[in-house]
Nanobody
Framework: QVQLVESGGGLVQAGGSLRLSCAASGRTFGLYRTGWFRQSPGKEREFVAA????????SYAESVKGRFTISRDNAKNTVYLQMNNLKPEDTAVYYCAARESTLTSYRYWGQGTQVTVSS
């Protein structure tokens, strides 16, 4: 089993920055990729960014490219999401999730952290 704990959410003005953290514990040696997803009221959960543990290869949703950066610290089993130039439409609960291979879905999920961007 893998446990994921997010932190770093909060309230920020438009144009501001936040850094989210996702700390993984348990059977982390088998993880392939960790990603960030978000969900706002009345909308479906959407992909934000993901990173591969082995080489740091990252992917992003078009809506956050150039503003968000995902990174990882293998020694700390932690993934970060640096969010710059935040917009009100970035307001959502952000979830960290992990998968064990390309053949599996995101099986492990954190409890989520609220990000609110005021205009």
């Amino acid at each position: 089993q893998v446990q994921l704990v997010e932190s770093g959410g909060g309230l920020v003005q438009a144009g501001g920055s936040l850094r989210l953290s996702c700390a993984a514990s348990g059977r982390t040696f088998g993880l392939y990729r960790t990603g960030w997803f978000r969900q706002s009221p009345g909308k479906e959960r959407e992909f934000v960014a993901a990173i591969r543990w082995s080489d740091g290869s990252a992917s992003y949703a078009e809506s956050v490219k150039g503003r968000f950066t995902i990174s990882r610290d293998n020694a700390k089993n932690t993934v970060y999401l640096q969010m710059n130039n935040l917009k009100p439409e970035d307001t959502a609960v952000y979830y960290c999730a992990a998968r064990e291979s390309t053949l599996t879905s995101y099986r492990y999920w954190g409890q989520g952290t609220q990000v609110t961007v005021s205009s």
